[in-house]
């Protein structure tokens, strides 16, 4: 389960129709939060920090590129659902993926090794197959957009970076992670499908040696790097190696599609007569890359159609394997203290509190004009509605699940206390 960090009192509440329960990650182009629609179901809502409605062609490029991004077959990603563009907060709501970064895992247990990293290798090309099938570029892979779940690694995030590369180019900026950029990413050049590939390549690289191909540091330092040096490769060998290398080509017109990228490590490369369409090789390489069996559902068509933001959330499938289920039993011996944790930092409980405390302080003053037993009694008034607000709005406000069952025990699962970074 990723870290899920309760909200800061400038963080929203609400996202359209979602309720927002806490921070997933931050980063340059916006805030993610653990949301909740109205079915009950957990989403994971992207809140922009781009402001689209001071350039309305910009903001109409956002919108078709989100679009197309939403109709990415389900292959290794996580779905987008809704976008709002509209609004004065403007995002983008995609199926919430439990697990943790490709970048967290890698961080906490190491490189990736044998069969692992062939299925870590198969999944994301597989999703990203899907993407460029779907004439999506997703402009910002790299391991901390690869979600590690409990049926294989998801790509998530794609599209988004795209589009707002669009509003980024009117002020020179060029946005993306250096480590993973393409040469022609830094020369703003001829970005396209092949970018991707590089991308993934570098990702997968990094998996193995954990530490991306071209090194860290400044960005200036790993842009000459990128632009004019080879790949560090460790941990990688075989055919993998040499598909990691041709990947990471400088010249993105010798790089492989990824079709081609997918097939080879499907092993149909090898046998130049057996061509196989490339909705079964997602298909493949889907379950070539899951960890557990996955229960087939119908897929949506995959062929491009005209399709207008919609102006109420899309209904997510009731088969979505980012659901939690619900887990009957006692309730957890720490729920009343997880609820009493969330309530004690409101700042409207608190404000009121302090209110009528000064209220009382200046009662005291009028009783008795004197300083101390104003004081005292602002104090003590404080302390008592302050303690009573806590405990009414503590026991009358318990934690709910998705599907609407009591969750104490979920809240201190999936709710824990802030930690230092995203």
Partial sequence: MPDVTPLNPWDPRQAGPYELLGRLGAG???VVYLGRDEQGRWVAVKVINVDLHQDPRAKSRFAKEIAAARRVAPFCTAQILFADVDGDLPYVVSEFIEGVTLHRHVHEHGPVTGNALHRLAVGTATALAAIHQSDVVHCDLKPDNVILGADGP???????ARALDVTETLTGRIMGTAPYMAPERFRDEDVGPASDVFAWAATIAFAAAGRPPFGTGPVGVVMNQVLHEPPELTGLAG???DLIA????????VRPRSE???????GH???P???LPIQSALRAGTDAAATQPVPRAPLPSTRPVAMDLPATPATASPTLSSRPPHRPGPAHPHGWTSRLRRQYADPWGTSVAIFLGAVGAAAGYVASTAVATAAAVGVVTFVVVYGVRLLVATTLTPMVEPDGHPADAAADQHMPAPRPGA
Wanted: charged residues 25%.
């Fill in 239 to 241: 055919p993998l190696a």
């Fill in 28 to 30: 340059g182009q916006g």
């Fill in 273 to 275: 007569g057996t061509a």
């Fill in 154 to 160: 998801r790509v998530i995030d794609f599209g988004i």
């Fill in 246 to 253: 041709h990947c990471l080509e400088k010249d993105h017109r």
């Fill in 260 to 266: 081609e990228v997918l097939l080879r490590l499907l």
């Fill in 269 to 271: 490369a090898a046998r």
